[in-house]
T-cell receptor, first 111, second 111 residues
Framework: SQTIHQWPATLVQPVGSPLSLECTVE??????LYWYRQAAGRGLQLLFY??????ISSEVPQNLSASRPQDRQFILSSKKLLLSDSGFYLC??????????FGPGTRLTVT | QKEVEQDPGPLSVPEGAIVSLNCTYS??????FMWYRQYSRKGPELLMY????GNKEDGRFTAQVDKSSKYISLFIRDSQPSDSATYLC???????????FGEGTQLTVNP
């Protein structure tokens, strides 16, 4: 069966510091991968999606970036965090079917 | 106008009640319909999905789609305190792999 991992689970970072969040999927190959952000009490905002290694599409201009160095690995990064980057970051995957499955999430607090 | 509208609630019901959660959408090209359940501080969990008008039942849960009215519903029978969560509808078109999410409805089932 497929599983999706995210780490770290929680993170507290000062403004201006770098960020690296990692997501890996097991039990599948060539998945489509997604990064979402969820602000408190709000819906899901799609940040990036990837249909293959090195292929990244950005949905929202911001100081975040994403990379996909391996088939089942998706990384979300920032060179300098802003207060507004605080939120709950979710990684998700799909394959041939239309169902999308989410990871456990990373709660980021920028102080 | 948002592509998907969902009443954020909060919705509070007594244990055993029938719960009705609803979303409306504007794009008739949407073909696939999903409901996610999200417990506090957790990633969304896929609850039900369907691609046709009509009802789909799974235990105490029934997903209903009315494409002519662009209206989808999730019914929970015999609601339990463990059903207390935020419920998100998600809709997708026939092409591409992006989901459009509602804002989520926060449900509390009181024992």
């Amino acid at each position: 069966s497929q599983t999706i991992h995210q780490w770290p689970a929680t993170l507290v970072q000062p403004v201006g510091s770098p960020l690296s969040l990692e997501c890996t999927v097991e039990g599948t190959s060539n998945p489509n991968l997604y990064w979402y952000r969820q602000a408190a009490g709000r819906g899901l905002q799609l940040l990036f999606y990837s249909v293959g290694i090195g292929q990244i599409s950005s949905e929202v201009p911001q100081n975040l970036s994403a990379s996909r160095p391996q088939d089942r690995q998706f990384i979300l990064s920032s060179k300098k965090l802003l207060l507004s980057d605080s939120g709950f970051y979710l990684c998700a995957w799909t394959q041939a079917s239309y169902e999308q499955y989410f990871g456990p999430g990373t709660r980021l607090t920028v102080t | 106008q948002k592509e998907v509208e969902q009443d954020p609630g909060p919705l509070s019901v007594p244990e055993g009640a029938i719960v009705s959660l609803n979303c409306t959408y504007s794009n008739s090209a949407f073909q696939y319909f999903m409901w996610y359940r999200q417990y506090s501080r957790k990633g969304p969990e896929l609850l039900m999905y369907t691609y046709s008008s009509g009802n789909k039942e799974d235990g105490r849960f029934t997903a209903q789609v009315d494409k002519s009215s662009k209206y989808i519903s999730l019914f929970i029978r015999d609601s339990q305190p463990s059903d207390s969560a935020t419920y998100l509808c998600a809709i997708k078109g026939t092409s591409g792999s992006r989901l459009t999410f509602g804002e989520g409805t926060q449900l509390t089932v009181n024992p």
